[in-house]
C-alpha cells in the first residue's frame, strides 16, 4: 500500500508516518527520504522499483510533493506499484479535494482539525487513567503531536509495570514548556540579549532535551511569522487557518507586531542549521543552541 499525506503541519505527518512505519513494523533507520523538490523523481521511482534486501517492505518518504499538480511518471507508477515497496508522499499544499487517489494508495487527511484530546486518550489506551487527568494533559500540552507523543512515552515508560497514570505522576514526569518560557528566549535572541538568552536557556535545559527546546523554538517561531504574514485577518480566522488554539494566536499576535519579519527568517534557517549539525554528529547537541546564543552580540 502507497500513501498520499496531506497535511498543513510537518509534525502531524510526522505522526502519521510513525503510525504507518509501527504497523509495517519497520525499523525508521531503514526509510528512504526524499525531497520532490530536487527533482529526482527517476532516482525516486528506480529506488522504488528495486526489491529490499533485509526488511519485508521498503519504506519511501517524499516530502513536499504536489499531488493537485503531480509528475506524470509518479502517477504510472502509483497505478502500477511495486508490490514491496511502501511510498508515501507528503503534500503541504495541495487542496484535498483536488487530489486523485489511484486505486493502491491511501489518502490520509492531517487537516481534519485533529482532536489533541482522542489522540491522547487513544495514545493512552493500554493504560488506566481518569478524565480529570487526561483533560489535564490536554491543558497543558501544546499542539505539537511530535512534542505530545514524546512525553506520553516517557509516562507510559515510567509507569510501565503499575499501568496507571495519575495527575501527580503527569506532573512528575511530563513536562511542556510554557509559553512565556520560550517567548522569553525568543525575546533575547531577537534584542541579542546574550545573557539573558543563556539563563532562559538553562532554566529549560533542566526540565527539556536540547533538541526539543530547537524544535519547540523553531515551531514557535514560524508560527509567529505564519501570524504575521495573516495579520489583517482576526484572531479566530488565523486560529482556523493555521488549526492552533486562539490563544496561541493571541500571543503570537503580540510578538508579531514587534518582530521583524527578516530576522524571524534568520532565526528559523539558523535553527534548522542546528538541527542538520546535530543529525550529522558535528555539534553536540547542548551546544548548539548555546554556541549561537553566546554569539549573538558579534
Known amino acids: ?31 528512504i527520504y526524499y ?38 511518471k509518479l502517477l504510472e507508477y502509483l497505478d502500477d506499484p511495486c508490490l514491496t515497496t511502501c511510498l508515501i508522499l507528503i503534500d503541504y499544499e495541495s487542496d484535498i479535494k483536488k487530489i486523485t487517489c489511484p486505486e493502491q494508495t491511501k489518502l490520509i ?26 483533560k489535564y494533559i490536554y491543558q497543558i500540552s501544546s499542539d505539537d503531536l511530535n512534542h505530545i ?11 510501565w509495570e503499575e499501568k496507571e497514570i495519575t495527575i501527580k505522576d503527569i506532573e512528575k514526569i511530563m513536562y511542556f514548556p510554557e509559553e512565556t518560557d520560550v517567548f522569553k528566549l525568543i525575546d533575547y535572541i531577537v534584542l541579542k540579549d546574550s545573557k539573558k538568552a ?23 517561531i514560524r508560527l509567529i511569522y505564519q501570524i ?23 500571543l503570537g499576535k503580540e510578538k508579531a507586531r514587534i518582530y521583524d519579519e527578516n530576522k524571524l527568517i534568520e532565526i528559523i534557517y539558523a535553527l534548522s542549521d542546528m538541527d542538520i549539525a546535530i543529525k550529522s554528529g558535528t555539534i553536540d547537541k547542548k551546544e548548539a543552541l548555546e554556541n549561537y546564543i553566546i554569539l549573538l552580540k558579534e
Open 228 to 250: 504575521k504574514s495573516l495579520s489583517n485577518f482576526s484572531n479566530d480566522e488565523i486560529a482556523k487557518e493555521l488549526k492552533v488554539h486562539p490563544y496561541r494566536v493571541k
Open 1 to 31: 500500500m502507497n500513501y498520499i499525506v496531506v497535511s498543513k503541519e510537518k509534525s502531524h505527518a510526522s505522526f502519521e508516518i510513525d503510525k504507518i512505519v509501527n504497523d509495517l513494523n519497520i525499523s525508521k533507520d531503514s526509510i
Open 35 to 72: 525531497d520532490y523538490e530536487e527533482g529526482l523523481m527517476n532516482q525516486i521511482l528506480d529506488e522504488a522499483n528495486i526489491m529490499p534486501l533485509f526488511d519485508h517492505t521498503k519504506v519511501i518518504v517524499v516530502d513536499n510533493v504536489s499531488m493537485a499538480k503531480p509528475d506524470k
Open 198 to 220: 543563556l539563563k532562559t536557556y538553562y532554566e529549560l535545559l533542566n526540565k527539556e532535551d536540547p533538541i526539543k527546546i530547537i524544535t519547540i523554538l523553531a515551531n514557535q
Open 149 to 159: 507523543k514524546n512525553e506520553l512515552d516517557k509516562i507510559m515508560m515510567y509507569k
Open 109 to 134: 487527511n492531517c487537516n481534519l482539525s485533529t482532536d489533541k484530546f482522542s489522540y491522547i486518550k487513544e495514545y493512552l489506551k493500554e493504560y488506566k487513567i481518569d478524565s480529570i487527568a487526561l
